[in-house]
Each structure stands twice: as C-alpha cells, then as structure tokens.
C-alpha cells in the first residue's frame, strides 16, 4: 500500500472520529511514569524532566488533548490531514495549544533527543514490519537519553489474526469496519525485540 493509499484510508476513517476519551493504559503509564494527580490541583511528581510529550499517529486529538490540558508542551504527528485539521480545532475550541504536524512517522520533523517522552497508541501495529522498524529508529533520535517511551501492539492471539487479504508475514488489510482497509500487523513476543 503506497503512502497516498494509506493516507486515503486515515482521512476515511477520521471522517467520523469517535473515542473522545483517552486511552486509560496511557492514563496509566502517565500516572505511574510521571506524574499523578493527587487532588485537584496538586501532582505526585515521578519524573519532573519529562516536560515535552509526542503523541505518534495522534489522530483527532483525544490525548493531545489531554496531555496539553495537562500542561505538558504537546506534539503530534498524523498521516491524515483531516485528523490533524479536527485535532487543531478541537485545541482551539479547548483554548489550548499544541505543535500539531501532517506528516509520517517514518521520518519525524523533530530534531534530535528534544523529547522527553512519546506515546503510540495503534500506530506500529498499523504499518508494515519495515515502516514500523523505521519509525522506531526516528523515535529513538528524536527521544532524549532516558526519555519514556508507550507503545501497544495487537497480538496474533487475537480474534482478528488471519482475517483479510495477507500483504505480508503476521499483516493483512482489515476487510470491514471502521478500519476497512487499513493495514493490522499483528505480534508475537519475539517480534517485539527484533
């Protein structure tokens, strides 16, 4: 699938985006990582250098959101125009700001070790192997030395492996639902540490 395919399925999807609540594994990374709100206005702070977070395939906006409104100095990247055009007004409508770019994962617009933390939530398991590879290498510049990194794969024990076109070893295209077309690769352990 060329990038213009993929981009083409993104901007489908987020046509009608849904999921306004963020993920609650990356509330928790969050809280347990980094910082944890203690009451209403004070925080239990784990890790105070973290201060620049980038949300990988951000999509409409739904952790963008939260992590500007949680002061931290936000960055986003998506593939789809019409993601990040939603997740811009939503800022704006929220009064918030956040570095938000159109762009690919595989070749990142920041420069070297200047972030502190990157979270990616149903992003490398929606790439093929080497897209996925790359992607990593750009997380790894772009990460500061001890910077915290959140990333969620689907294993190929679950209910969708094997349904859809195979394109390639553990990927195929999703056949139907809101993701129709899209790429899924799916996961085993020693995948991970490739």
């Known amino acids: 699938m060329s ?6 399925v993104w901007d489908k999807i987020w046509t009608q985006p849904d999921g306004w609540y963020p993920n609650e594994f990356i509330v928790r990374f969050l809280s347990k990582y ?7 206005k004070d925080y239990e702070v784990h890790r105070p250098d973290v201060r620049r ?22 960055r986003g ?14 800022l704006e409508k929220e009064g918030l ?14 420069v070297d070790q200047s972030i502190d933390a990157v979270i990616s939530h149903g992003v490398l398991d929606h790439m093929r192997y080497e897209d996925a590879r790359q992607t990593i290498r750009e997380v790894e510049r772009v990460l500061k030395p001890n910077g915290l990194l959140y990333v969620d794969l689907v294993s190929t024990k679950e209910s969708g492996y094997g349904k859809g076109r195979e394109i390639a070893p553990f990927t195929f295209e999703i056949p ?5 077309g899209a790429v899924q690769r799916f996961f085993e352990r020693d995948h991970v540490f490739e």
């Open 77 to 90: 990247i998506d593939i789809s125009e019409k993601a990040i055009a939603f997740a811009g007004r939503w």
């Open 97 to 110: 700001k956040a570095d938000l770019r159109v762009g690919s994962s595989t070749q990142l617009p920041w």
């Open 53 to 74: 977070v980038l949300d990988l395939g951000c999509g409409p906006g739904r952790h963008i959101v939260m992590l500007a409104r949680e002061g931290y100095e936000t």
């Open 176 to 180: 139907d639902g809101e993701e129709a």
């Open 34 to 40: 980094v910082r944890r709100r203690v009451d209403i």
């Open 3 to 8: 990038a213009q395919a993929t981009e083409n």
